[in-house]
């Protein structure tokens, strides 16, 4: 059974770090993309970052550019996700998700997000 | 940004009876290999999204064939031919041809 399970979620201060993890189980890690998605309360759903299955390739929101990271280590079967300069707009439930991902002139193409985990919550509050 | 509208916002079905839910895209989601990058999910309360229709309309793995997705170049459509209640929640489309990948408003379903 494919798991995926984040952890590292809480409570900061605008401007502050956390750094979010994304442990899989059940497939071959290494093969396939990776993403973030959040959805705030009783909002909906907001792509983050996405990260190709070799760690070569990154992609990312502009609401969240030049603020957070997006890694992998596929020696771990771990996902990350690093994120600096907090504001309160982050607020949100992250998810990761396993994903089909294959690059091209716009960016990428990014295809069937299954299965997502549970989320870990992130508050940004003074 | 490809902009995705969904409709209804809400929609209330009796159970047993057919419901639809339409996404329109800003621009085409016909990528030159001939797939179209738009997929469905489904958030029931209190879980994660789940995928149900993936490249416009191809089940995904242990979706009931309850489950239906219909395709132009702009235009898409998630058809349910028979609601149970377990079909209770939000669905979402979201398209995947270019970043930023960007997700419809959602529609509620809820049983009457």
Known sequence: ?126 | DIVLSQSPPILPVTPGEPASISCRSSQSLLHSNGYKYLDWYQQKPGQSPQLLIYLGSNRASGVPDRFSGSASDTDYTLKISSVEADDVGLYYCMQGLQTPITFGQGTRLEIK
């Open chain 1, 1 to 126: 059974e494919i798991q995926l399970l984040e952890s590292g979620g809480g409570s900061v201060q605008p401007g502050g770090s956390l750094r979010l993890s994304c442990a899989a189980s059940g497939f071959p890690f290494h093969s396939f993309g990776m993403t973030w998605v959040r959805q705030s309360p009783g909002k909906g759903l907001e792509w983050v970052a996405a990260i190709a299955a070799a760690a070569g390739r990154t992609y990312y929101a502009d609401s969240v550019k030049g603020r957070f990271t997006i890694s992998r280590d596929n020696s771990h079967d771990t996902l990350y996700l690093e994120m600096s300069r907090l504001r309160p707009e982050d607020t949100a439930v992250y998810h990761c998700a396993k994903v089909f991902l294959r690059g091209s002139t716009t960016g990428a193409v990014i295809w069937r997000l299954d299965p997502w985990g549970r989320g870990t919550q992130v508050i940004v509050s003074s």
